[in-house]
Each structure stands twice: as structure tokens, then as C-alpha cells.
């Protein structure tokens, strides 16, 4: 197999004049996976390359693969995301997947960065003092989620109560409120961050329903869950596709 016109294309344009060490060694694998991801999985769905590099590097954060997200940060790059669009997608990676998990991205996006001669640290996005935080966290909730976050809040165990601030507060008051990447694309991000997990079917169902508050419709999450496949694998795409349905059925 040769790899297609159109898949050379997608590759130039995001990784140019680059070519992978596995082409040598194995450039029959390289032949098949580029095809594939590059050709049938990219020409699908309308996402533009920058939101589709973006919602790659959220899965791959979630999945903890820091060396296809080396590779992958600088195709971002490449196609115009902003270092500080990057630079929040990290951040908002860490109320997901934990700062044990993201500690290891954030050291590599800033060697990237700096590499492709960006000063850092870079201006502050924070909108929230500690004084504001909780109001506008829980703000945010109720424009993604709405009277779902009071049913919660108040069904919450006494002794878990303090858990729900913290979703409040920091989850939502301290990273969703900072600027640099709009509310609609944050969501789409934590989805993409989400299908990575394992296990969080549950979260993944609720912010499908918080992407349709915000505006992101079926098939741009079928967009999203498509061009993850190649990276996250066909148990954890069909695993997606489910909590797709379960919430939103296609329409007949």
C-alpha cells in the first residue's frame, strides 16, 4: 500500500519536511497507520486542523502518551494554535487527569515552547480572585449544566460536600474562567480529555449534554470521537459512540 495524495498532503501540512524514524524500519506500518489517519480519518467530519490538533493533544495528555504529544504539539504549532491556547489546554488537563499525569506535559510544552523561541512565562489568563472564585465556578456550571449542579449539590453526602466546592471552585472557578480558550472549545476539550480515561463513562455522558449547552452539536463531537480513533484505539471510540447515543440518538 501507498499512502494516498490526500494523506501526503495532511502530513506536509502539519508536520513539513519531517519524516519519522519507523519509515525506515518499518515503512509498511508507517504506510498503512498514515493512510489511515491522515486520509480516512481526517477527511472526515468539518473540524478545522487547529481544533483538531487541539482536542489530539487533550487525549493524548489524558492518555499519557508525552511522546506522540511531543510530535503532535508541534504539528499544533505548525497549523496556527496559539502558545497560549496551548498553554490552558495543559492547565485544564490537570482538574481531569491530575497534576501527576499533566507534570510531565507541562515541563515538555514549556522546552517546546521555549525551542521554537517563545518567552516565557507567558501573560496571565486568570479572570478569579479567591474572593470570586466560587460564585463564578458555579456560574459556569449552571451555563453548562444547569439545574442539574443545584440537584447535585444538594443530594451530596454531608461529608462530600467540601468535594463539590472544590468542582465549584477550582475545577470551574479556577480554570474554566480564564481567557485564552472559549467556553465552547474548553468543553470539547475535557470531552476529548474524557474518552481518553478509562472509566468515566458517567463524565462523559454529562458533558456531552454540557457540549449541546454550549453549542457544540452531534456531529461535531462524532467529529471529535473520529479523529481520536487513531490514537485512542477502537474500544475507548466505541466506548464514546455509546455515551454519544445513550445521551442524543441520531435521528432516524
Same mark, same amino acid.
Given at each position: 500500500?501507498?499512502?494516498?495524495?490526500?494523506?501526503?498532503?495532511?502530513?506536509?501540512?502539519?508536520?513539513?519536511?519531517?519524516?519519522? *524514524?519507523?519509515? #525506515? +524500519?518499518?515503512? !509498511?506500518?508507517? =504506510? /498503512?497507520?498514515?493512510?489511515?489517519?491522515?486520509?480516512?480519518?481526517?477527511?472526515?467530519?468539518?473540524?478545522?486542523?487547529?481544533?483538531?490538533?487541539?482536542?489530539?493533544?487533550?487525549?493524548?495528555?489524558?492518555?499519557?502518551?508525552?511522546?506522540?504529544?511531543?510530535?503532535?504539539?508541534?504539528?499544533?504549532? *505548525?497549523?496556527? #494554535? +496559539?502558545?497560549? !491556547?496551548?498553554? =490552558? /489546554?495543559?492547565?485544564?488537563?490537570?482538574?481531569?487527569?491530575?497534576?501527576?499525569?499533566?507534570?510531565?506535559?507541562?515541563?515538555?510544552?514549556?522546552?517546546?515552547?521555549?525551542?521554537?523561541?517563545?518567552?516565557?512565562?507567558?501573560?496571565?489568563?486568570?479572570?478569579?480572585?479567591?474572593?470570586?472564585?466560587?460564585?463564578?465556578?458555579?456560574?459556569?456550571?449552571?451555563?453548562?449544566?444547569?439545574?442539574?449542579?443545584?440537584?447535585?449539590?444538594?443530594?451530596?453526602?454531608?461529608?462530600?460536600?467540601?468535594?463539590?466546592?472544590?468542582?465549584?471552585?477550582?475545577?470551574?472557578?479556577?480554570?474554566?474562567?480564564?481567557?485564552?480558550?472559549?467556553?465552547?472549545?474548553?468543553?470539547?476539550?475535557?470531552?476529548?480529555?474524557?474518552?481518553?480515561?478509562?472509566?468515566?463513562?458517567?463524565?462523559?455522558?454529562?458533558?456531552?449534554?454540557?457540549?449541546?449547552?454550549?453549542?457544540?452539536?452531534?456531529?461535531?463531537?462524532?467529529?471529535?470521537?473520529?479523529?481520536?480513533?487513531?490514537?485512542?484505539?477502537?474500544?475507548?471510540?466505541?466506548?464514546?459512540?455509546?455515551?454519544?447515543?445513550?445521551?442524543?440518538?441520531?435521528?432516524?
Amino acid at each position: 500500500m501507498t499512502m494516498s495524495e490526500t494523506a501526503h498532503r495532511n502530513h506536509e501540512r502539519w508536520f513539513p519536511s519531517h519524516q519519522s *524514524t519507523l519509515k #525506515v +524500519t518499518d515503512p !509498511e506500518f508507517i =504506510e /498503512l497507520f498514515d493512510h489511515f489517519a491522515f486520509d480516512e480519518v481526517a477527511s472526515y467530519g468539518t473540524l478545522d486542523d487547529r481544533t483538531r490538533l487541539m482536542a489530539i493533544l487533550a487525549a493524548l495528555i489524558a492518555g499519557q502518551a508525552l511522546g506522540e504529544y511531543k510530535v503532535m504539539l508541534r504539528a499544533a504549532l *505548525t497549523v496556527g #494554535v +496559539t502558545p497560549v !491556547e496551548v498553554k =490552558e /489546554l495543559v492547565y485544564q488537563a490537570v482538574p481531569y487527569c491530575g497534576i501527576a499525569v499533566v507534570f510531565d506535559f507541562l515541563h515538555a510544552t514549556n522546552e517546546i515552547l521555549a525551542s521554537a523561541g517563545v518567552k516565557l512565562p507567558l501573560e496571565g489568563q486568570s479572570t478569579t480572585t479567591r474572593e470570586t472564585r466560587m460564585a463564578r465556578g458555579l456560574g459556569v456550571q449552571k451555563a453548562i449544566f444547569g439545574e442539574t449542579i443545584d440537584q447535585m449539590r444538594e443530594a451530596s453526602p454531608a461529608d462530600q460536600r467540601h468535594i463539590q466546592d472544590h468542582l465549584s471552585g477550582n475545577c470551574f472557578g479556577d480554570y474554566y474562567t480564564r481567557t485564552g480558550l472559549d467556553l465552547r472549545l474548553r468543553e470539547l476539550l475535557t470531552f476529548s480529555m474524557l474518552l481518553a480515561l478509562r472509566g468515566c463513562e458517567a463524565q462523559v455522558k454529562g458533558h456531552v449534554r454540557g457540549n449541546l449547552q454550549v453549542g457544540n452539536d452531534r456531529g461535531t463531537l462524532v467529529s471529535v470521537i473520529t479523529q481520536l480513533l487513531p490514537y485512542l484505539g477502537y474500544p475507548r471510540t466505541l466506548n464514546a459512540l455509546q455515551c454519544l447515543n445513550d445521551v442524543l440518538p441520531a435521528s432516524a
